[in-house]
């Protein structure tokens, strides 16, 4: 006889209202937590329901990497996510799908070349010494959310723009406000169900007043940083990148079109960013011992004289393994919410076109046969993985996404967390003020919530790097450290834009 695919009816399920089902059993800032608890419980595949809507959980492994090559030819986001941002006039490569999402890669991908992001490091450096110099000043125990979030602000706005927001001196600056009530508004449309972005969303005057504000003085910012360049021009930010980037026919592309990629990059990587760096400082601080150990990686490798150059970042393969371990243990990015383009199999279960879909980005995040000690935060792991082992952990996690529509900033996001780390610790060592306990909240991202640090500084000494980073270091070409620091870098398309 004929496989015949399970149907929904035979997934299991949580224990539900009769009429609301899942809705009310979870914050929506806390639904990843709801999904996660849920997949140890009930297994790979399990579905919940949201009044009359289900929701069907994928966590396997395997099939969430499965799902994620078939985007976007079989899979999209989900309709509200677009509907939000189209009714916003903000649809970017973010929310876009088919056709029109893959020319919104050609703009974009260019931009994140590593030559281009080689020329973006003083910027970043300039603002993380800012980022630095302030957390001397603040109040002790340190909120550090607050100012990481800030950094990457400023960090993100001059990348993208070349315009310096500088929200950690100014934190009363009118273009981030506005961008703030953007941001708030497009993170309930992440958040199922659908209606819940209508029911939370800003007033609607506000909104129009902020995307009004905003659109006006970006494409401000276009236009004028347009009338400077010239053919020959060597770009510096990501908007004189898109600028200069021409389609298949060599034309440029239009001040609108690249208005609405600007804001999704903005959108895409303010929180995220700033989430891992804060998760990373909270593993850091309730492991001195660790924290030492990148410590004197930093103090070693460090260049005596000046500032961190490119060619410095592969030496750092400790710290890099700071980053990846805080994107196992606590991802960013932890699911994402896709539908069907038709009626798919699902790990032998029919889903029907239009069904809803959370995958699960890292279900596997405590495979013990992969992560010894998986519990536990072990950044060394990294540097010491084989490529087969590398292999396994990109099927493993997906805190970037994968497929076609991997992030096409992952080298940029890494390189900015690992900037952070290295410039933090070598100024600093980080307590972890235990009053209040650490939790996690979803808005664009999973970040850390009541995470307080008590920050000293630390008189730096160069010392000599311990055995196992030394070989680290002579084992980490180049090359090597790109593939350990992009998990899918052996099975994705390297610029492509999510």
């Not at 960013?332 to 032998?348: K, R, S």
């Not at 992952?410 to 307590?431: C, F, P, R």
Request: proline share 7%; hydrophobic share 40%; net charge positive.
């Amino acid at each position: 006889m004929p496989n015949i695919p399970r149907t929904l009816k035979d997934l299991p399920s949580p224990k539900e209202h009769w009429l609301k089902g899942s809705l009310g059993q979870f914050k929506p800032d806390e639904i990843h937590t709801y999904f996660y608890t849920h997949a140890k419980a009930l297994g790979d595949m399990y579905k919940i329901r949201l009044l009359n809507k289900p929701v069907v959980v994928v966590s396997n492994a395997a099939v969430v990497f499965d799902i994620l090559k078939q985007r976007p030819s079989r899979y999209r986001r989900a309709k509200s996510i677009a509907l939000t941002y189209k009714n916003a006039r903000i649809h970017g490569a973010f929310s876009s799908e088919g056709e029109q999402w893959r020319n919104y890669r050609q703009l974009l991908a260019p931009a994140f070349k590593p030559k281009y992001i080689a020329r973006m490091l003083p910027i970043i450096q300039k603002s993380v010494m800012r980022f630095v110099a302030h957390i001397e000043q603040a109040p002790q125990p340190l909120d550090i959310q607050v100012p990481l979030q800030r950094l990457i602000i400023d960090i993100t706005s001059e990348l993208a723009l070349g315009y310096d927001i500088n929200s950690l001196n100014n934190p009363d600056n009118q273009l981030q406000d506005h961008l703030n009530i953007i941001f708030e508004h497009l993170s309930h449309a992440n958040t199922p169900p659908a209606f819940y972005s209508r029911l939370v969303q800003p007033c609607p005057k506000t909104l129009a007043i902020s995307l009004a504000y905003v659109r006006k003085n970006i494409l401000s910012l276009i236009r004028t940083t347009k009338s400077q360049l010239t053919p020959e021009h060597a770009p510096n930010t990501i908007l004189e990148a898109l600028l200069l980037a021409k389609d298949e026919q060599g034309q440029t592309f239009s001040e609108d079109m690249i208005y609405r990629n600007i804001i999704s990059l903005l959108s895409a990587g303010e929180d995220t960013t700033a989430s891992t760096v804060a998760w990373a400082v909270y593993y850091l601080a309730k492991n001195p011992s660790v924290q030492q150990s990148l410590r004197n990686e930093i103090t070693a490798n460090y260049p005596q004289k000046g500032t961190l150059q490119w060619q410095d970042l592969e030496n750092f393969p400790l710290t890099l393994g700071a980053c990846q371990e805080a994107l196992r243990l606590a991802p960013a990015i932890p699911f994402l919410l896709l539908e069907p383009l038709g009626d798919e199999v699902i790990n032998g279960v029919y889903v029907s076109k239009g069904t809803t879909v959370a995958v699960l980005l890292a279900s596997d995040n405590h495979n013990a046969s992969l992560f010894k000690d998986s519990e536990q935060f072990h950044p060394n792991r990294w540097p010491a993985f084989t490529d087969e082992q590398k292999k396994q952990a990109s099927i493993a996690l997906s805190p970037f996404g994968g497929g076609p529509r991997l992030c096409p900033g992952m080298q940029l996001s890494l390189i900015k967390q690992k900037v952070i780390l290295i410039e933090l610790l070598k100024h600093y060592t980080l307590t972890l003020d235990s009053t209040v306990p650490v939790t996690s909240h979803y808005r664009l991202a999973a970040a850390p919530s009541h995470l307080k640090v008590k920050t000293a500084k630390v008189a730096t000494t160069r010392v000599a790097p311990p055995l196992a980073i030394q070989t680290a270091n002579a084992l980490a070409s180049k090359t090597h450290q790109t593939q350990a620091l992009e998990h899918h870098a052996d099975n994705q398309t390297p610029h492509a834009i999510d």
